[in-house]
């Protein structure tokens, strides 16, 4: 458990890129990565992380269920209380019929009792008529709330209430003896409407365990669908979620949710140890956002969950999808999707250094444990710059078609390097520099080890070129040049 509530709890790149065809003898392959940054497909999929149980496994095993989850895609919900957040009918809408297509079980939306116009909106999502997705609204343990929420046409109500004493002493006010009167109450109203019902307590993690255990179990034998576990302040690391996640998986036989807040960092981790110990439910928002620093991010348990079970993933989800739903957040939300973004940011499957360029285009597995190809994704590998390797830049003669031996490979990588120490080099530059040191070998112009020649020519076919510290391009950075996928500018 997280320390009780009154106790203080201590808490520029500048590359280019280029897709590459990689060679995988011993993997299975699907189509070609595309050059020169258009959208394509990656072939090569890493196999998934095995790890050895021994003869008999460990307990926790048969309680896992990392291969046998659902989403409750909370952006919606959680999303609309990220401080940029204002998403009119028309854009929840959108996103709505999108996370219907990627295929997550649940969404939830904002409590129709926030205001009339959040109530419209339930209504209207509500009638949509989605094909896959249920949809739940999530509420105070309230009874006039619950009496709003069954109204709107929703799949289930999702109730929730602070259990710890913080919350009890600074929000609501209330005992556990009223708090366990009331979820009754709301409970028993909402299963006589024929709908889902999940109770929550809020703030779990710095609540007693003796109270938590008492109102789950309570709740669960008067038949709610789920029991939800949330660490509201994001103070929990992966070992309490387990436990506590374990603990309740032996005193209630509902489901059970999950909801982590990523204040410390750790709501991909702990989402992932909830499954572990048998939680059922995960909730996720598009990239992460929510109240302060948002919740487990949607791409990054998907992350997470592919290299756990990447058959379970990919039958039940588009995958495909994710970068354009995260696009759309983003844009509404007014923010940047982070490079360094689970999947879908544009150094997801960007490679640079030469060891392992070298390694990724003999067989991807080496340096990438997910496979861009599953998310519509293409792999790159940079180099423009003084890391580059020369089997790097030998994929990419042989993608331009140009016939040059190893050590003319090798020659051509030394000046790219030599001019990438004064600055990085663009796609444009590269393929002009190898396209003049072919001209010039197959001319007879120029021979293997004869720089200054190399330098004449290049000076005479690229005049406009500056390598002086001072020419740095203000976009020569991946992030302003293109995103992962995009063709180059």
Known sequence: MCPPADEPINAGIDQEMVAVETNTPHISTSSASQVNGTAGTAEAQPPAVKTHKGLYGRASDFLSNTSNWKIIESTLREGEQFANAFFTLETKIKIAKMLDEFGVEYIELTSPAASPESRAHCEAICNLGLKRTKILTHIRCHMDDARLAVETGVDGVDVVIGTSSFLREHSHGKDMTWITKTAIEVIEFVKSKGIEIRFSSEDSFRSELVDLLSIYRTVDKIGVNRVGVADTVGCADARQVYELVRTLRGVVSCDIETHFHNDTGCAIANAYAALEAGATHVDTSILGIGERNGITPLGGLIARMMVADPEYVKRKYNLSMLRELENFVAEAVEVQVPFNNYITGFCAFTHKAGIHAKAILANPSTYEILNPADFGMTRYVSIGHRLTGWNAVKSRVEQLNLKLNDEQVKDATAKIKELADV???????????????????????????????????????????????????????????????????
């Open 423 to 489: 600055r990085t080099q663009s796609m444009e530059d590269v393929d002009m520099i190898l396209r003049i040191y072919h001209t010039g070998i197959q001319s007879g112009d120029l021979k293997v080890g004869q720089s200054a020649v190399l330098d004449r020519l290049l000076e005479k076919h690229m005049p406009s070129r500056d390598n002086s510290p001072s020419g740095r391009s203000t976009d020569s950075t991946p992030a302003k040049r293109q995103r992962v996928g995009e063709p180059s500018a």
